[in-house]
């Protein structure tokens, strides 16, 4: 049968990492085929990012091929930096892993 | 190829790390991080209360039991452990007595331009680290330079790199972001960790070439591991835009190669270009005082109780400078105790410390007269200062960036 692909955590298949630079914070998403690269650099938007963390707010974001990875920054999420901020998680230590919880579709032959 | 190690990856880090990278293989340079935005703000504070300290305490304790062994190895120590005081960490070093040659970097501290900072230090880049191993320096402490120039640093003297040798430069830079993490490089907080024993991850190794090209590894019968991934993982690390500015070079991180290797990966082709004339400076300031509570609210009404405990609490001392969340991590008809409580958290950050103290009377007062089943996590202190980073950007030309080298020279960067 063939459904609209099941939702999966992103996780399935992405690795990420994240962390803080003053009142910003970073999150690196990287995949390990290419496929699941092309996939991703057309699925993960900035405005896709947003609906699956919707705490973040203004967001930038950068293409690494060479490392089959997507760089966002999100601005201003930990307030004026680490030692001032009240957020959960003031560090964004655990952002990526968040992110990588998130159900979405994920076509199965790149799982 | 010179063989560099890290240690460290913040203050605080596994304390036997230096004695592992030590004795678990062959190893040249042994480096170590000790300064993260927040340390600054740490060590000012240490130096105000007495002007000989203000740098990592943990480092002279470290080098006490190993300087011995590393100079016997021919093993050089690079650390930025000075933090804000690296003259004084560079004497504390001597006092030791084990007659290693000691130098230091200085001129990062730029509080003459930012007055109203605690700490205000430029981001120094890898030529003062370098001026001092090429004086023969067996120990060479500085404050505030960048992660990656503890890596840079003793590559650009062991090859002779000049200062226009932007790819040699940049690979090195690529191969000090990634060891700069400590373990975050070899299967510390990774993603797919069930892949890898994580248990007890050893520390980074980066075999660097003429070129800047490098292979990552660590000491044999260490635990974690090095792969493309763990690596990856930590090149998207606190990092922005592909072009990864620094003070020495700018890193195109889009240029990065990775290749698996039999002890580990290999990192080539990475691209470098000049820097700004600009060097960027971590400030940070006191922001006032900080004081948190964790009510827990269990069972039944759990919003209610929440607005019950809140409306005390902002009657008490009123609702300024609050912030309130509710973990919603109970369960209806829980079978433990645990599972069928929420948490309610509430963080005051004030300028008054008579307040952040007036917030933890509020709620300890509340304990028989608020929501049926008050407790808290922790009872609330007197609260903490807290500190606020941001960055600011001043030429390069006027930081006096300068290697103390052994014996007492001066050599201007």
Redesign the interface.
């Known amino acids: 049968m063939s459904a609209s692909p099941k939702k999966v955590p992103l996780g399935v298949i992405a690795g990420a990492r994240s962390g803080d630079k003053g009142g910003d914070a970073n999150l690196g998403v990287w995949v390990r085929t290419d496929a699941q690269y092309e996939w991703l650099r057309a699925e993960l938007t900035v405005e896709r990012l947003k609906e699956l963390l919707p705490e973040a707010g203004e967001v930038d974001r950068y293409e690494l091929p060479n490392l089959r990875a997507l760089n966002f920054v999100l601005h201003g999420l930990l307030g004026e930096g680490v030692a001032s901020s009240t957020r959960f998680d003031p560090q964004a230590k655990a952002l990526g892993e968040w992110l990588r919880s998130r159900h979405v579709e994920i076509p199965e032959d790149l799982r | 190829m010179i063989r560099v190690g890290n240690a460290s990856g913040f203050y605080g880090d596994r304390f036997s790390a230096v004695r592992e990278m030590l004795t678990g293989g062959e190893l040249d340079v042994l480096t170590g991080d000790y300064l993260?935005?927040?340390t600054m703000?740490i060590l000012g504070r240490d130096r105000m209360k007495d002007a000989a300290l203000g740098y990592a305490r943990t480092f002279l304790r470290q080098l006490e039991q190993n300087l011995a062994d590393a100079l016997a190895r021919g093993v050089k120590i690079v650390s930025n452990a000075g933090g804000v005081n690296p003259e004084g960490l560079a004497e504390a070093i001597d006092r030791l007595g084990l007659g290693a040659k000691v130098a230091y970097v200085t001129g990062d501290d730029v509080r003459d331009r930012f007055p109203e900072s605690l700490t205000a230090n430029a981001y120094l880049g890898a030529w003062g680290i370098a001026e001092c191993l090429s004086a023969g320096a067996d120990v060479v402490v500085t404050g505030r330079v960048t992660d990656a120039s503890l890596v840079v640093g003793p590559a650009a003297a062991h090859f002779g790199w000049g200062r226009e040798d932007f790819d040699a430069l940049a690979g090195a830079t690529v191969a000090g972001h990634v060891l700069e993490c400590g373990a975050?490089a070899t299967g510390g907080?990774?993603?797919?960790f069930t892949a890898i024993d994580a248990t007890r991850p050893g520390f980074p190794i980066a075999e660097i070439e003429a070129d800047g090209s490098s292979l990552i590894t660590k000491h044999d019968g260490t635990g974690g591991a090095v792969t493309a991934?763990t690596v990856?993982?930590?090149?998207?690390?606190?990092?922005?835009?592909?072009a990864y500015v620094g003070p020495d070079v700018v890193s195109h991180?889009?240029?990065?190669?990775?290749d698996p290797h039999e002890r580990g990966v290999r990192i080539s082709g990475v691209k470098g270009s000049p820097p700004p004339d600009t060097l960027k400076v971590c400030l940070?300031t006191l922001?006032g005082f900080?004081n948190s509570t964790t009510f827990v609210l269990t069972g039944l009404d759990v919003e209610a109780k929440a607005d019950l405990v809140r409306r005390q609490v902002e009657a008490a001392i009123g609702p300024a400078e609050l912030?309130w969340?509710l973990?919603r991590t109970d369960h209806v008809d829980a079978d433990t105790e645990e599972t069928a409580s929420a948490l309610l958290?509430v963080?005051i950050?004030t300028a008054d410390p008579q307040r952040a103290k007036a917030f933890a009377r509020a709620g300890v007062e509340l304990a028989l007269a608020s929501y049926p089943g008050f407790h808290v996590t922790a009872p609330p202190g007197d609260g903490t200062p807290?500190?606020?980073?941001?960055?600011a950007y001043v030429p390069r030309s006027s930081v006096p960036h300068r290697a103390v080298l052994p014996g007492g020279k001066v050599v201007e960067v």
């Open positions: 993260a935005e927040l703000l975050q907080n990774y993603s797919f991934d990856t993982a930590q090149l998207l690390y606190e990092i922005g835009p592909p991180f889009d240029t990065i190669r990775l940070t922001g900080r912030t969340t973990a958290h963080t950050k807290f500190g606020v980073y941001r960055a």
